[in-house]
């Protein structure tokens, strides 16, 4: 005689699984947002927003800074959330220049 797992156990644990799988999967580092938010930040840096909209990249510095300490500690969320914004202050700054790289 054989003891098995009843079919409906089986997928229960498998939805359960799948379902942890699903949000705790999407928790990772985030090496994308923070690339992204260096770069359009030496891009607007590049252009000269350090003098068209110095507090707006001071902005995103300070938020790409707060970005790097959490990931440090592994706070994910905050990290990805704190570089997107970084992103969109250092787009805010290069958008007050003319877009091109300051010859100064």
Known sequence: MTVGV??????????ILTVLV???GCVSAPV?????ARQAIAAAQD?????????VLEKAQR????????????EF?????????AKLQAIRALQ?????????
């Open 63 to 74: 938020l790409l800074s707060m970005a790097e300490q959490r990931l440090q500690r592994k």
């Open 96 to 104: 007050t220049t003319d877009g091109t790289p300051d010859p100064g």
């Open 47 to 55: 252009a000269g927003a350090a003098n068209t909209a110095p507090d």
């Open 6 to 15: 009843a079919p409906k156990t089986v997928w229960r644990y498998a939805v």
């Open 22 to 24: 699903s949000v705790f």
């Open 32 to 36: 994308q947002e923070m690339s992204n």
């Open 77 to 85: 969320r905050e990290a990805r959330r704190a570089a997107v914004a």
